[in-house]
């Protein structure tokens, strides 16, 4: 989607990307395929279902070297780098009766340089979840130029991720009178494989 004001432009595309190993590859090709069609600063937010380093997982299993590098492969080719959070690191837990807990983080925001040129003090945070096992991840624009008196944010165009869903995500963004204006993305359902992608000229 496109998100407008007099002041400025971006495009957000929400993501929750592949879990299974073999299938992983269809989310970077996926953002490879969206990225060509705007120009505009980008950001994506999501569970990505990935792991940039090995201190973004704990107990389990370490994760294959091929499988951290096709990720930072991905951000590298699109221009897009990994928003580190201000607050909370770790965004989702597995544990069990008689197995020790295993935490990850899979949630978080990756956009284009223009992108952070455009939000220089921007912040993400990633705060606990009473009802899931993944962290509510939130990127605070902080926007600190003035605003028209009235600020809205309009849609332009809405892409509908195809292989992907959205998990947990919100922006803000700072009105006149300081009060807080969230874009909220919550579940929804997983929607069709990459395989199965057409023509997203018209997705943005």
Known sequence: MVISTSNYCFRFTELHGFSETIQKVQTWQLIDYIQPYSNLPWIIGGDFNEVLSDNEKQGGILRAR?????????L??????????????????KSGPNTPAIFERLDRFVATSD?????????AISSFHPKS???IITMSTNYTKSLPSSPHITISSVLKTVGLAVKFVSILYKTPGNKPM??????????????????LTNAL
């Open 182 to 199: 969230v874009l909220s993305m919550k579940s929804s359902k997983l929607l069709e494989p990459i395989s199965k992608v057409g023509n």
């Open 115 to 123: 992108w952070f040129h455009l939000f220089p003090n921007q912040h």
């Open 66 to 74: 091929s499988q951290i590098n096709n990720f930072h492969d991905c």
């Open 76 to 93: 590298a080719r699109n221009n897009l780098y990994d928003c580190k959070p201000k607050d909370g690191w770790f965004t989702w837990t």
């Open 133 to 135: 096992n993944h962290s």
